[in-house]
T-cell receptor
């Protein structure tokens, strides 16, 4: 058990809908990262938050957004869903995550999103 | 930019066989290198890491050495078990994010 929790475990929805994925980092970790794992793209970094502020963006679509709350949990919002958004979405956390001094990232169990 | 190249799988082995998964990388600066493992139906678990050249990471009988001259971080285990069946990901980080290889599926047969 990494100490990172994600809910829900599974999510099935229809195209055009909006969903919210939730992540709670390990106790004491300030950084949260979101990754998408799909068969065709592999594991792709989406976005990082550090202590409530957006720190870095990767291959995140404009239809997707995230935030980190004062209690450090994070939510990833996916809207106008398309079939191609079906994937495993992982959250990871680390102590800090600053440029030039990479932390070890610990991953949650993931949320499997199926868009029908 | 950063990139990681792993040997393609799938890899099928018999129990007690020797396992090697090749990993090479391209990166600016001095990245940290990681191996993560994903067991069926589960999330990613950190297997081992190395943060500077010539460091050896080890865990659960797995080892990998950070080779800067060959930009490699090959994963090895001397005697695999059925329970080692999983997908193995090589990854690097020199800033805020992890860049992953495509993953190598390993199946160990009794």
């Amino acid at each position: 058990d990494s100490g990172v929790t994600q809910t829900p475990k599974h999510l099935i929805t229809a195209t055009g809908q909006r969903v919210t994925l939730r992540c709670s980092p390990r106790s004491g970790d300030l950084s949260v990262y979101w990754y998408q794992q799909s068969l065709d793209q592999g594991l792709q970094f989406l976005i990082q938050y550090y202590n409530g502020e957006e720190r870095a963006k990767g291959n995140i679509l404009e239809r997707f957004s995230a935030q980190q709350f004062p209690d450090l949990h994070s939510e990833l919002n996916l809207s106008s869903l398309e079939l191609g958004d079906s994937a495993l979405y992982f959250c990871a956390s680390s102590v800090a995550g600053t440029s030039g001094s990479p932390d070890t990232q610990y991953f949650g169990p993931g949320t499997r999103l199926t868009v029908l | 930019g950063n990139s990681v190249t792993q040997m393609e799988g799938p890899v099928t082995l018999s129990e007690e066989a020797f396992l090697t998964i090749n990993c090479t990388y391209t990166a600016t600066g001095y990245p940290s290198l990681f191996w993560y493992v994903q067991y069926p139906g589960e999330g990613l678990q950190l297997l081992l890491k190395a943060t500077k050249a010539d460091d050896k990471g080890s865990n659960k009988g797995f080892e990998a050495t950070y080779r800067k001259e060959t930009t490699s971080f090959h994963l090895e285990k001397g005697s695999v078990q059925v329970s080692d069946s999983a997908v193995y990901f090589c990854a690097l980080s020199n800033d805020y994010k992890l860049s992953f290889g495509a993953g190598t599926t390993v199946t160990v047969r009794a």
